[in-house]
């Protein structure tokens, strides 16, 4: 097979800049696309705008068949609204807005481009996690909507993956999540970050790589942490 292309949505975050730049400098792939709400013409990807997730799947599907969609997106505050702390706090259009781009965002990227992967080797689709995301490891409450929004990607990353192994049973569909980083959707929260705890983002960049490059198809519906372990469901 011709070397395949890679595909990295939310490129103008701090994680999928670093990611995609760090792809580019590997040179494994015949081409890193690019995609994000703030970049202009073909580059334009809004995730609550179906039509444009649609375009930039239209113009990948032109060449080399991905063998890597990493959708690197997420929404934890905006304007006055951030993360709930108590039930007083729930507002429904804010809830309705995390799961816009925390869930359903991903899941329109992955109806377009999953159809896309590379049908040879292992290709990966994957989905920027949340350890807050897990049913079993939440200990503490809050957050409801980032929380709930993150939940719901697991299981849509559990139910892409069935989905992937009709058509390639090497496939891989898996959520990661990168601790940490200290991006603008982290600055408000860093505070309470242990030391040693909050990397840059070209650190994560590298270390996401290193977990997607050490996966397995056995591994494909689960979620995984910065440093390879699995996250419960």
Same mark, same amino acid.
């Given at each position: 097979?011709?070397?395949?292309?890679?595909?990295?949505?939310?490129?103008?975050?701090?994680?999928?800049?670093?990611?995609?730049?760090?792809?580019?400098?590997?040179?494994?792939?015949?081409?890193?696309?690019?995609?994000?709400?703030?970049?202009?013409?073909?580059?334009?990807?809004?995730?609550?705008?179906?039509?444009?997730?649609?375009?930039?799947?239209?113009?990948?599907?032109?060449?080399?068949?991905?063998?890597?969609?990493?959708?690197?997106?997420?929404?934890?505050?905006?304007?006055?609204?951030?993360?709930?702390?108590?039930?007083?706090?729930?507002?429904?259009?804010?809830?309705?807005?995390?799961?816009?781009? =925390?869930?359903?965002?991903?899941?329109?990227?992955?109806?377009?481009?999953?159809?896309?992967?590379?049908?040879?080797?292992?290709?990966?689709?994957?989905?920027?996690?949340?350890?807050?995301?897990?049913?079993?490891? =939440?200990?503490?409450?809050?957050?409801?909507?980032?929380?709930?929004?993150?939940?719901?990607?697991?299981?849509?990353?559990?139910?892409?993956?069935?989905?992937?192994?009709?058509? =390639?049973?090497?496939?891989?569909?898996?959520?990661?999540?990168?601790?940490?980083?200290?991006?603008?959707?982290?600055?408000?929260?860093?505070?309470?970050?242990?030391?040693?705890?909050?990397?840059?983002?070209?650190?994560?960049? =590298?270390?996401?790589?290193?977990?997607?490059?050490?996966?397995?198809?056995?591994?494909?519906?689960?979620?995984?942490?910065?440093?390879?372990?699995?996250?419960?469901?």
């Amino acid at each position: 097979m011709s070397r395949a292309s890679a595909v990295v949505i939310g490129a103008t975050g701090g994680i999928g800049g670093a990611f995609a730049d760090l792809l580019e400098e590997e040179g494994a792939h015949a081409r890193v696309w690019r995609f994000g709400r703030s970049l202009t013409g073909t580059a334009h990807l809004d995730l609550t705008d179906e039509a444009t997730i649609a375009a930039a799947a239209a113009q990948v599907a032109a060449g080399p068949p991905p063998s890597l969609v990493f959708v690197a997106t997420g929404l934890l505050s905006e304007g006055e609204h951030g993360p709930e702390k108590a039930l007083r706090d729930l507002d429904p259009a804010w809830l309705a807005r995390m799961f816009a781009i =925390n869930a359903i965002g991903p899941a329109m990227v992955a109806k377009h481009f999953l159809p896309l992967l590379a049908r040879e080797g292992t290709p990966v689709f994957a989905a920027l996690s949340a350890r807050v995301g897990s049913i079993a490891d =939440n200990r503490l409450g809050g957050w409801h909507g980032y929380r709930a929004s993150k939940s719901a990607l697991t299981m849509l990353i559990r139910n892409f993956a069935i989905d992937a192994a009709c058509t =390639n049973k090497r496939s891989i569909v898996v959520g990661l999540h990168p601790g940490t980083v200290d991006t603008p959707l982290s600055k408000p929260f860093q505070s309470n970050v242990a030391p040693g705890k909050l990397f840059a983002p070209d650190r994560a960049a =590298n270390q996401l790589l290193d977990v997607v490059e050490g996966l397995k198809p056995s591994d494909s519906g689960k979620c995984f942490a910065w440093d390879g372990s699995e996250i419960p469901a």
